[in-house]
């Protein structure tokens, strides 16, 4: 079945215009009918296929989903609302982002998957480049596979400008020691969106870049 329909993005294309609070109260019941609705239900569909490969994803669809309200607090930008909808599969969800997850974002121009680990606090980060400078065969293994190639390109992330002196020798054969943020992504099609091979294809990423969540865990962890 096709989980949203074109009216997911008229919502979007008119909100990107209109993005003040008094537009999206008058649009709410559409917002929930055909944006809100359908991705919740996305989003279990995803739980319930994740969970039964890697058990420790016990959350709820309201643990994964991000608010398409912004936090204006901080910004110049002062727009209230979010041009898409996303979430994080991961045992955290999205109120633990130390845990590395698959996260989908879907917009009007299209779809953004990321996995990998992008917000990683100091001592984890630290014992993240100590199994990287261990296992830097285990390590090349997965960022070199083809299929990981293929579909995600290369590892990305923020950069050190320098590197604690324990790395330092195996920073030279490994430059991604730098890296205090290791990521990966995929865009894929709007017409994705409208077709019943949506969830199979986001379970298809997932799959190909378990195995480097699955490293970067067992250091996180």
Known sequence: MAWFDKEFVAFFLELEVNNYKEWFHDNKKRYEQYVKEPFYDFVAEMISRIKKDDPSINIEPKDAIFRINRDIRFSKDKRPYKNHVSAIISPGGRKNLDVPGSYFEFKAEGIQYYGGAYHIEKEPLARVRRLIAANP???????????????????????NIRIAKEFEEAAEVQPLLFNKSFYFGARRDLSLLFDNSLADEIFNLYKIGKPFNTFFRQAIN
């Open 137 to 159: 065969q285990n390590f090349n293994k997965i960022i070199l596979d083809k299929k990981f190639v293929a579909t995600f390109g290369d590892v990305l992330g923020e950069k």
